[in-house]
């Protein structure tokens, strides 16, 4: 029986956003978070605004959230803020990989079209900035956070080729954000890594991928609800460092 929280459950548990939450990873992701006590709201362009459904020891909630919509990003955050009074967890999952399948060539990239190029760094980099830029003040607020932002092997300085150089560079650069933005909340329990999930089997990863999304999701959650003290500023995969 689906049981719809009652108002004193809330601002117990730790709060949560999980941007593409439709399928994949995100979902994998969301669901798991639920299981261990967090009241989730789970993300995406599909996804219709509903109400809270316990989910193991917590909670999802739908909404509707296009990440490039600065408004709509906004708007999130100062609901769920004026709601719950925090936001602990943020992962930034939502990407788009728009180049499609085809030859490792670099010259591929000439070729797309513009809306390809400037939707994959809108989608992957601007959008995980903007709800880093929304979230942060409220985190540094309460002296408490964790941000994932779901990257890929794919823009490490080690692996760039010319194979997919949109989704490379976005990467690349949210992987250089992270870094960076770890810095400026240093002397705080506010803990922000990028994470690669390994390849998947999802709309993005294809069926031949090795990894399912559930296996995948694992190393995203340890990021997200790792303990005071914990790894900061770095690129993850399975937990450990994955070089830059
Ligand atoms: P999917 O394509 O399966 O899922 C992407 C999710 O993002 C969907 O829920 C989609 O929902 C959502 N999304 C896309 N655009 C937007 C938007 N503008 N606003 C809100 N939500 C959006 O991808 P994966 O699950 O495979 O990927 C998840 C993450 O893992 C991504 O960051 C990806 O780059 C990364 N990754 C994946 C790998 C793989 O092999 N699968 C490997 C390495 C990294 P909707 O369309 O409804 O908005």
Known sequence: MVRVMPPTERAKRPIAIVTGASRGIGKSVALRLAEQGAH?????????TGEARSHGDGWIEHRHLDVTDHGQCRALCSDITGEHGSIDILVNNAAVYLEGPGPSSGRKFLTLPWDAISGTVLTNLLAQMDLVHATLPIMISRGYGRIVNVSSGMGRFVELNGYAVAYRTSKAAINAFTRSVAD??????????????????TAMGGPDAPRQPDRAAEGIVWAATLPAGGITGALLRDGEHFGW
């Open 184 to 201: 400026t909340v240093g002397d705080l329990d506010i803990l922000i890594n990028a994470v690669c999930p390994g390849w998947t089997a």
């Open 40 to 48: 989730v709201f789970a993300c995406a362009r599909s996804s219709s």
